[in-house]
Nanobody, 122 residues
Framework: VQLQASGGGLAQNGGSLRLSCTAS????????MAWYRQAPEKQRELVSV???????NYVDSVKGRFTISRDNAKNTMYLQMNSLKPEDTAVYYC?????????????????WGQGIQVTVSS
């Protein structure tokens, strides 16, 4: 199982970007999916999480600006980021708890995608 993240890049203050994260492999089901971010010299923080049923939650600093969504048929999660601020600059990581099928049966593991740089200029 792999998580492949895409999107990100450079945006101006007040601009928008969209991140995507697609899971692939021997997937039985995907439980919670989430976006984390890590700014320079700061700890990684949870930005948003979405349940398998589509219920979202957000850290206070992005509420009203970011929207998390998922397409279960495509095993893909999105993060639409609007009204971006310089303090949103960070490396963003997707994360998912995935039930997978392996030689010993079905197991559950937590997976991380590769980091994506998001830079917001002031």
């Amino acid at each position: 199982v792999q998580l492949q993240a895409s999107g990100g890049g450079l945006a101006q203050n007040g601009g928008s970007l969209r991140l995507s994260c697609t899971a692939s492999g021997s997937i039985v089901s995907i439980n919670d999916m989430a976006w984390y971010r890590q700014a320079p010299e700061k700890q990684r923080e949870l930005v948003s999480v979405i349940t398998s049923g589509g219920r979202p939650n957000y850290v206070d600093s992005v509420k009203g600006r970011f929207t998390i969504s998922r397409d279960n048929a495509k095993n893909t999660m999105y993060l639409q980021m609007n009204s971006l601020k310089p303090e949103d600059t960070a490396v963003y990581y997707c994360n998912a708890e995935i039930d997978f099928s392996g030689p010993l049966g079905v197991g559950t593991l937590n997976y991380w995608g590769q980091g994506i740089q998001v830079t917001v200029s002031s």
